[in-house]
């Protein structure tokens, strides 16, 4: 998005760097990668930097607020309800669309949030990569607050760990072997040490659960959580640690922020950059201009079940209103020029709640390239130039 930059870049590109990119992520963790990685990384100038960061600060505005408690309660589905100590929310996910405004100047549009974990470990594993195959992020950074790769790796310790023995913290997921997220999991055992736990493997004894490594019986004091009840909810495999009682243990960050921080929050945040959001049940007539929104449902992930193309006929067929929203289209600038064209991108702005700290802090950030209708890896299998990528920013 730095003309200069980004013409340097297409100048000195070739096939080569992006198969020695391929080549350095399977030579370090082979046949864990299972979704596809973008050519290039992307260079934001200050002034959309500060925009990006004084928006997400506006929308943990409202999540730190004491009533946002009370105002999300009824987001958190009966069926999918952990008792025990929320906390607070340990992680924050912000999804900006990077678009013009009417002046033509580029601005972000939030698309989702979410309270839950991400690509903590590939994502700084991946910008570390960009920047050392491809020797172009001189004069950029692609962390928030000064951080670095060790002071950053410190943080991940701090907030995931905490005091706890690493042995006594699960990374823990349905059949995590299997998780398209997987390398994610295997890069962050190799920063922090945690074991990597299948939900059927751990085992409860009374309010304690424990884990088995070589034979030895271990407590968990602490998960966490990479599990997605999407996933659990297909699973049929009988389990003797039941998500639903409560235990001694704590979570990070507590499964109920799932669904507390998420589409559900959209309509209640009224700001420039957040695209008219209304829950289906809550209208009172359709929109004349249905061709200019988008339908989504609020307990999906991964972009699975929205309508993009929206008719009326969509939401006459909703029978369950209340778990739906409507949110007006942004239009998604192909900012990115590269050999192939225009390219459009979104970038998930990444906050850590660390304990004693007033307010989360930006840490990180994760991008997706799309040439596609949707931003997901999953919806551009078949192009170049898209996938996972990281944001520079300029010093």
């Known amino acids: 998005m730095i003309p200069k930059i980004r013409e340097t870049f297409n100048l000195n590109y070739t096939i080569g760097m992006y198969t020695q990119l391929q080549e350095f992520i399977q030579s370090n963790y082979p046949n864990q990668l299972e979704f596809r990685v973008g050519e290039t990384p992307v260079f934001f100038d200050k002034k959309l930097t500060h925009q990006l960061i004084a928006a997400s600060e506006k929308i943990v505005d409202v999540i730190t607020a004491p009533q946002f408690m009370e105002q999300s309660q009824a987001s958190i589905p009966q069926n999918c309800h952990v008792p025990g100590n929320e906390g607070k929310p340990h992680f924050m996910a912000f999804d900006f669309a990077i678009c013009r405004d009417e002046q033509e100047q580029l601005t972000p549009k939030l698309i989702e949030l979410q309270g839950f974990a991400t690509l903590f470990g590939f994502q700084e594993f991946l910008g570390r990569a960009y920047a050392s195959l491809f020797n172009t992020t001189d004069g950029f950074t692609m ?36 998780q398209k997220t997987r390398i994610d999991f295997h890069i962050l055992q190799s920063y922090l040490g945690i074991p990597i736990v299948d939900y059927y493997d751990i085992k409860a004894e009374g309010k304690e659960l424990f884990y088995w490594n070589e034979g030895k019986k271990i407590r968990i004091h602490r998960i966490f959580n990479r599990l997605i009840f999407d996933d659990l909810h297909q ?83 909703v029978k369950d209103k209340e778990n739906w929203i409507l949110q007006r289209k942004v239009k998604y600038e192909p900012v990115i020029n590269t050999p192939e064209g225009g390219v459009q991108c979104e970038i998930r702005m990444i906050y850590f709640w660390e304990e004693g700290k007033l307010r989360p802090e930006p840490a990180l950030n994760l991008m997706r390239l799309s040439r596609g209708k949707m931003i997901g890896v999953r919806y551009n299998k078949d192009f170049t130039w898209v996938g996972a990528s990281m944001g520079f920013f300029e010093k």
């Not at 060790?150 to 995590?176: C, F, H, Q, T, W």
């Not at 009224?270 to 359709?286: I, R």
């Open 143 to 178: 962390y928030f607050n000064n951080h670095t790769h060790r002071s950053y790796l410190e943080l991940l310790a701090r907030v995931i760990v905490g005091d706890y023995k690493v042995e006594n913290v699960v990374l823990m997921d349905v059949k995590p072997a299997t």
């Open 235 to 317: 699973q049929t495999e009988y389990a003797s640690f039941d998500l639903f009682k409560e235990y001694e243990v704590e979570w990070i960050t507590h499964p109920n922020w799932f669904y507390r921080i998420s589409k559900y929050t959209l309509p209640f945040l009224h700001f420039d950059f957040v695209p008219s959001t209304q829950f289906l049940s809550a209208l009172k007539e359709y929109p004349s201009d249905l061709e200019n929104y988008v339908l989504k449902p609020l307990y999906s992930f991964s972009g699975q079940g929205v309508i993009i193309d929206v008719s009326a006929k969509d939401l006459d067929e």
